[in-house]
């Protein structure tokens, strides 16, 4: 019998990536990756990488300026509320370094006047309506019931690129093995 349940041999941490279970049942988090900002003993929080969304950031803040460049839905925690990441912080006050490279938040006044003056290119900024956010020892659990599994990002571009085409599919089949098995599973095998 094939044994498909997801093992953490990572542990969670800041800089590192949740990929859900293909059969979670959770209607938020299905075949969902989640990007960890923050694990500690305090809880853990991170932003959905897929979940890309249709909005125009001129509907959230009409003072920022034009931009084409894709949001996610980030979690189902403070959904009014934008964030971002990027990987400027080189350039962008009072932003927080999240691993080499990637950064969360800044000057958000420093950051639209980047954006006007077009310093920057779409893989460098990436915006989320909320957050995914665990208290404490909760994500522990949820990994205990095999609810995620932990794995590393190879590249920035992992983050910031909105353009690979199914985010969920894309890391599990990079874990290879029994995973890259499952990620052809249908999301309702009843309807197989």
């Known amino acids: 019998m094939l044994d498909i349940a997801f093992t953490n041999k990572l542990k969670p941490k800041k800089g590192r990536i949740l990929i859900s279970d293909p059969f979670v049942g959770d209607e938020y988090f299905e075949r969902s990756v989640v990007y ?31 931009i084409q460049i894709q949001m996610s839905i980030g979690g189902p925690v403070e ?23 990637i950064y969360i938040g800044g000057d958000f006044d420093q950051l639209a006047k980047i954006v006007k003056e077009e310093q920057f ?56 093995g029994k995973y890259k098995l499952i990620s052809n599973f249908p999301v309702n095998p009843s309807e197989n």
């Open 36 to 66: 960890l900002c923050e694990h500690s003993k305090e809880g853990s929080f991170g932003f959905v990488l897929n979940h890309l969304v249709e909005i125009n950031i001129q509907d959230l803040n009409p003072d920022f300026p034009e």
């Open 79 to 101: 959904t009014e509320s934008l964030y971002f990441l990027h990987t400027i912080g080189h350039e962008l006050n009072e932003s927080i370094e999240l691993q080499k490279g």
């Open 121 to 176: 290119n779409n893989h460098q900024i990436r915006f989320f309506l909320g957050y995914s956010g665990w208290e404490s020892k909760q994500l522990e659990e949820e990994l205990a019931d095999h609810v995620w599994i932990v794995s590393e990002i190879d590249s920035l571009d992992e983050v910031m690129d909105t353009s690979i085409n199914d985010p969920w599919k894309y890391f599990i089949e990079k874990l290879g």
